[in-house]
């Protein structure tokens, strides 16, 4: 897979690709990420990829120039899947978004900033507009970051166990079940005899029963 991510703030992402799964992700071939600095597309001098908004009003506005030249550009280079834009009045990202876009080859991601991008962006160049929450960050950029570490870990062969992504909360539409490590007992608080009785099927059904019990106290709107 790639994943070409188009932003105003580059360094942003650099750390978060850098470290832990993603690294190694991107070290053993799985994905390439890239980034892509809007401002090396602006038309001017400054750099400048926002302008006052017509009609009005506080807040700048992306213009679209310099967003449809990197578009361009990559999509001169290559057949892109995706186009998403990261913007809070998106479709909410979910697990099953996730799942589908494990499944592309090539993926665009634009993070918008200030009061957005030209509508024009939206309606030309952008086939997905994804929100991460009903909230409003700074930028896109945590956004991306957010919906391409939920993506890069379902890519097959990106975990050790195949099945750790199988196993995860949401997955079935259950959480995941609660786990224990060494020791067997913290200061009299005993992990569960089951998870040490070496019965794969009880423990097995225990699991089971616990994301059951687990996603009805806590998101019983999972459960049909
Ligand atoms: N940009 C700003 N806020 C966002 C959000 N909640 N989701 C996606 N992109 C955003």
């Known amino acids: 897979m790639r994943i070409d991510i188009i932003t105003c703030l580059p ?7 850098a470290h832990s799964i993603l690294k190694r992700a991107q070290d053993a071939g799985h994905v390439a990420v890239h980034a892509h ?9 400054q750099r400048q990829i926002d302008d006052y908004a ?31 834009y990261m913007t809070p ?9 996730a799942n589908r876009l494990s499944m592309v080859q090539n ?11 030209d509508e024009r962006v939206r309606e030309l160049f952008i086939t997905q507009e994804i929100s991460i929450g009903d909230y409003v960050l700074s930028g896109g950029e945590l956004a991306a970051c957010v919906v391409s570490d939920a993506i890069i870990r379902l890519i097959p062969g990106v975990l050790n166990d195949e099945t750790s992504a199988l ?3 949401f997955q079935d539409n259950l959480l995941a079940p609660p786990v224990y490590t060494r020791p067997a007992d913290f200061e009299g608080h005993a992990v569960p005899a089951v998870l040490l009785s070496g019965h794969e099927a009880h423990i097995n059904d225990w699991r089971f029963e616990q994301s059951l019990v687990r996603t009805r106290q806590r998101r019983p709107d999972l459960l049909p």
């Open 11 to 17: 360094r942003l992402l650099d750390s978060f690709f």
């Open 54 to 84: 017509f009609g009005g009003g506080a807040g700048m506005v992306m213009t679209i120039e310099p967003i449809a030249r990197c578009i361009r550009h990559l999509q001169s280079q290559r057949t892109y899947d995706a186009v998403l």
């Open 167 to 169: 196993t995860d909360s």
């Open 89 to 97: 009045d998106g479709e909410r990202f979910e697990q099953k978004m």
């Open 107 to 117: 993926l665009i991601i634009l993070c918008g900033h200030y009061k957005g991008v």
């Open 37 to 45: 600095d809007l401002r090396d597309y602006s038309l001017n001098k």
